[in-house]
């Protein structure tokens, strides 16, 4: 397991990275399903699972590539049930993101994942957002949910999906203002989406997509210029074009790299050649996430640190890469101001 960073990164850049204050940009509930946790709803629900301990389960995560991860994903996300198994997940993510000094997290959540097996969508909103309420009444701790949709299914699906969820808009306001898209890249490109991304913008949420993870760049260029979105999941891939790269820059556009991530999809072949120090660098709004840390081997310190340690990042850059964050997140403006302050007093004070 990927869970902490060699023993290359001196304790107090490690101390520094661990107490930093971040925000979270880029996770799926569903990737923080824990195999233990995955175990014990299955019992719960009576789920039969064909793997005998958690041991094999997590064993068998060693991923080719995306759709390899996604298969055991999807199939993982089964013995979700109840509204209470929901909020058990959430409440299990949200303090592991609380022990890394994650002060606001935007949480991607894929209902069809759930409707698909029959799960009201209801269901799906309540737990979330219940752990999500109790987390900031009880901590302080800030939050966004972004509902994605599946670029492997239809958009016609998209719509049924949007439909059903547009209803519970108002119970759910306070939480729910963003729109994503994930699954399969490849073959999915972001203009599948555009009518639906256009309603939603029509809607007024925020939107993001996840492009240039495995696809090409030109992926990257239709999520902006079709779907008009705010910031690009991942987009790591971007770096073959410099066109593209002249215009993230130019438009300050957020990337949400999740670098743990990348290396056990393959997307890299080795952390020491992840290009988020290049991006960071070349003056790019690059952020950095978790994506599916139950699945990945490490939550948000785990990423900075497997950065820091094969990049040598300068504390300088560790704390542009959080302020990035603050910066792409979709919090209002009294919050990033008081977010900005708190990063300044760390800052000034190591
Ligand atoms: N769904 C969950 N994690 C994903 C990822 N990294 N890329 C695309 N879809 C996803
Ligand atoms: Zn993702």
Redesign the pocket.
């Known amino acids: 397991m990927i869970s902490s960073a060699p023993p290359t990164l001196p304790a107090d850049l490690r101390a520094f990275i661990e107490a930093l204050p971040k925000t979270e940009l880029h996770l799926?509930i569903?990737?923080t399903l824990e195999p233990e946790l995955l175990f014990a709803l299955a019992q719960r629900n009576k789920v039969e699972l064909p793997y005998a301990s958690v041991e094999a389960l997590r064993a068998a995560y060693a991923f080719t590539d995306?759709q390899s991860?996604?298969d055991l994903?999807y199939a993982g996300a089964n013995v979700l049930r109840t509204e209470q198994d929901f909020y058990d997940m959430t409440m299990a993510y949200i303090e592991r993101a609380r022990a890394d000094n994650v002060r606001h997290a935007e949480i991607?959540f894929?209902p069809q994942t759930h409707t698909e097996r029959g799960i009201a969508i209801d269901v799906v909103f309540a737990g979330i957002a219940r752990a999500l309420r109790e987390a900031r009444d009880r901590h302080g701790f800030s939050s966004a949910m972004i509902m994605s949709f599946l670029r492997h299914l239809s958009e016609e699906d998209a719509f049924v999906t949007l439909d059903a969820a547009l209803p519970l808009r108002d119970q759910y306001q306070d939480l729910w203002n963003g729109i994503g898209l994930?699954?399969?890249?490849r073959g999915n490109p972001p203009e599948k989406f555009a009518r639906v991304f256009a309603r939603c913008k029509e809607l007024g949420f925020h939107l993001v997509a996840?492009a240039g993870?495995e696809g090409p760049p030109e992926y990257v260029v239709s999520a902006l210029d079709v779907l008009k979105v705010e910031r690009i999941?991942?987009g790591v891939r971007s770096e073959e074009d410099p066109a593209l790269m002249q215009r993230l820059i130019r438009e300050k556009m957020p990337l949400t790299v999740?670098p743990l991530?990348n290396l056990k999809?393959c997307v890299v072949d080795d952390m020491a050649n992840h290009n988020i120090a290049r991006m960071l660098r070349a003056g790019l709004a690059v952020t950095v996430n978790s994506?599916?840390p139950a699945y990945f081997g490490g939550y948000m310190n785990a990423n900075y640190l497997a950065i820091a340690s094969a990049l040598a990042l300068t504390r300088e850059e560790l704390l542009q890469l959080a302020r990035n964050g603050i910066e792409a997140s979709f919090i209002p403006a009294a919050e990033k101001a008081r977010l900005g302050t708190e990063l300044d007093q760390y800052a000034a004070a190591h």
């Open positions: 799926h569903e990737g995306l991860f996604l994903y991607f894929d994930d699954s399969s890249e996840h993870e999941d991942h999740c991530s999809l994506d599916d």
